[in-house]
């Protein structure tokens, strides 16, 4: 049975797609850009802070389905620039103490011109 994630702590959708989809037990979550839930405005113009509000962003879809970031068992990350992995290391590190499996990949360009964007699944249970 698939199940919609679905909440208002968390960014909406910007086109057609979901926050996320919830299948036997494990949740895909779609990429988290750096903004606001409140406004959907970019937040924060360094790595830095718009690597905290992806955190945070990502933390609500988590906390939407019961689980925290020791649940997520694989992230992928999207940077604008190489040149900023180990800023945005530092802040992915303080959250992600479990040491999901990754990739991070450098990309010409992210949605709104921003940094970064993270996308995980995680085991949210049944």
Same mark, same amino acid.
């Given at each position: 049975m698939l199940k919609?994630? %679905? /909440? !208002?702590n968390a960014p909406a959708a910007i086109g057609?797609?979901? @926050?996320g989809m919830v299948v *036997? =037990?494990? &949740?895909?979550?779609? =990429?988290?850009?750096p903004l606001s839930p409140e406004t959907g405005e970019v937040v924060g113009s360094t790595i830095? %802070? @718009? /690597?905290?509000?992806v955190m945070k962003n990502i933390k609500a879809l988590l906390e939407s389905q019961g689980a925290e970031f020791k649940?997520?068992?694989? /992230?992928t990350c999207f940077l604008a620039d190489m040149g900023d992995f =180990? $800023?945005? *290391?530092?802040?992915? $590190?303080k959250y992600f103490v479990g040491k999901p499996a990754r990739s991070?990949? &450098?990309? !010409?360009?992210?949605?709104k011109g921003v940094l970064c964007e993270v996308e995980t699944i995680a085991y949210v249970g049944e």
């Open positions: 919609y994630v %679905e /909440t !208002k057609p797609y979901s @926050q *036997n =037990g494990i &949740a895909f979550f779609s =990429g988290q850009i830095q %802070e @718009q /690597t905290e509000q649940d997520v068992v694989k /992230t =180990g $800023a945005f *290391n530092e802040i992915y $590190a991070c990949v &450098a990309v !010409k360009d992210l949605p």
